[in-house]
C-alpha cells in the first residue's frame, strides 16, 4: 500500500515537475515547499530557495505584500485561483508577469497549500504595446484626414467616422450611430447603386469603387455634390463591412464655375475688341461718305420748288442717311471711340426717367411695369444720355420679349461695403435660348425680323457698361422669362462729399 502511495505521489509530482511554467508551491504561510524544474532553470538552485518565504525570495523583502498587489489571502478565503499581472525590473530590463495563485485542497476540501506558476508575458505585452501604438497611429492619420471616412457593417450601421465626415454630414459619430444607416447620406436608390457598382468588377475592379459623383444629403437635408471612393472589406469571402472616402466638391465646383465664368468673360472681351476695332474703321469710313450725301441730299432738295415730286425721294434719302448715321454713332458707343460726357448721377433718376420715355409707347399698353427701389441716392459716374440709352435698349427688348403683354420689373440695389450699385431688368418674355446666349452681345446679332432690330442694342449697352467701368450679365434665362443684371461701380462708395 505504502509503496503504492509513493508512486502515486510520484507520478503527481512528475506532473508538477514537468509543467512548463516555473511553478512553486507555498504553505499558508507563503513559505516555499517546493518548486519545479522550470522554476529551477529560471531562478537557480533550491538551496537558497526553499524554507524562505515567497516575498523574501522574490522581493528581498521582510514584509509581506499587500493584499491589493497579491491575491494570496482571497485565493485563501475564496477557494478560487486567481491571477496578477506584475511588472518586475530585472538588470534594468522590464518584464511582465502574469502569476497564477491556485488552492490546493485536503481531504475536508480546506485550503491546505497554494500552487503559485509564473508564465512571462513580457513578449505579449510588448506585442500589445506596439499593436497599441499602430492603432493610436492609424486612428491620427484617419482623424486627420481632410477627406471624410466612414466604415460601416454590411447593414449599414457606422463603425468609424472620422471628424471630416462628421463635418461634411453634419453628424457627430455618436448621434450618427443611433439614428441612422448610411443609406441616410444619399438620395433614394443611391446607396442600392453603390453598392452594386462595388460588386462589379467594371469600376476599379470587385469590391473597389473608384472616385465616383455623388450627390450627398446632410443632417440639415441640404445637398452637397460630392465624390467617393468605396471599398467592401472581405473576411475570406465574406462581405464583412464597407469603407468610403467622401470629398466635398462644393468648392472645387465654385472655383470651376468662377474660372469657366471669367474665360467666359475674356473671351466676350476680346471678342468685342476686335468686332469693335472693325467696327471703328468701318464706322469712320462711312461717316464722311454720309456726311456729304446728307449735304448734297439737302442742298438739292433746297433747290426745288415745294411741289416738286423729286422732294420726296429726296426727303427718303435724307431719312436713311439719318438712320445710317444714327448706327454709325452707336457703333462708335459699341467701339469705345465716342467720348462720353460723363457726370455723377444718381441711378434711381435715370430709371424713373427712362420709364417714363417709354411709358405713351403702344408696346408697353398691356404691360405691368413694377419699380422696386429702395429710397437712397445711389451715385455713379456715367454720361446720362447713355445711361437712358442702356435701360431703354433693355426694356424694349424685354417688351419685344414679352410681345406686349406680361410684366417687366426693374429693381436697384445696392452694396456700399463693396462700392457697388445693381441694376436688375426682368421680363416674363420668352426666354433667349442656350444657342443664342453666347452671342446676345455681339454687333449685329439679331433674332428679329429683317428692318425690326439691327442687332446693335445689347452690343452698345455692352460697350457703354464697359467704358464705366461695371459689368452686365444674364442672371436669368428660361421659358418664364429673362433677367439682366447691371453692375455698377459706386461713386465713393455712394457717400457724396464731394458733389
Ligand atoms: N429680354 C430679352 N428676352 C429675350 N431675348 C432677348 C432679350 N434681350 C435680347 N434678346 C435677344 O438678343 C438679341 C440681340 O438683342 P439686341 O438688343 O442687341 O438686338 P435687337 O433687339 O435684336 O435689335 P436692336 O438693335 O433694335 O436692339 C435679340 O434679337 C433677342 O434675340
Ligand atoms: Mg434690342
Known sequence: MAKENSKENDWRYRIFDSLSYPTLILDLDKNILDVNSSFLEKFGSKKGILGKKCHEHFFQSSVPCSSMQCPFQKVISEKKGRSILMRVIQDDQERWEDRVFSPILDDKGEVAYLRESIRDVTQIKTLEKELKGVQNLFEKVVQSSASGIVAADM?????????????????SFREFI??????????????????????????????????????????????????????????????????????????????????????RRLMQSEKMASIGQLAAGVAHEINNPLTGILFYATMAMESRDKDDPIREDLNCIIEDVHRCKGIVKDLLVYSRQSSPAKDLIDLNSVVVKSLSLIHDQKLFGNIKINKIMPDEEMMIHADRQQLNQVIINLVMNAGDAMEGNGTLTLQTYCNREAGK?????????????????????????????????????????????QEIGGDISVKKTDSTGTTFLIEFPLHNKGIMNDV
Open 155 to 171: 447593414k449599414g450601421n457606422a463603425l468609424l467616422m472620422n471628424r471630416a465626415a462628421e463635418e461634411l454630414f453634419g453628424y
Open 178 to 263: 443611433h439614428k441612422k444607416t448610411v443609406r441616410d447620406f444619399y438620395p433614394p436608390g443611391v446607396a442600392k447603386e453603390i453598392m452594386r457598382k462595388l460588386r462589379s468588377d467594371e469600376y476599379g475592379g470587385k469590391g473597389k469603387l473608384t472616385n465616383i459623383k455623388v450627390e450627398i444629403i446632410n443632417s440639415r437635408n441640404e445637398k452637397i455634390s460630392g465624390e467617393i471612393a468605396a471599398a467592401i472589406i472581405y473576411q475570406g469571402d465574406k462581405e464583412v463591412a464597407t469603407m468610403g472616402i467622401y470629398t466635398d466638391l462644393t468648392e472645387k465646383i465654385a472655383v470651376e464655375k468662377k474660372l469657366e465664368e471669367t474665360q
Open 421 to 465: 450699385a445693381f441694376l436688375e431688368v426682368s421680363d416674363s418674355g420668352c426666354g433667349i435660348s442656350k444657342e443664342h446666349l453666347p452671342h446676345i452681345f455681339d454687333p449685329f446679332f439679331t433674332t428679329k425680323e429683317l428692318g425690326k432690330g439691327t442687332g446693335l442694342g445689347l452690343s452698345t449697352v455692352y460697350g457703354i457698361i
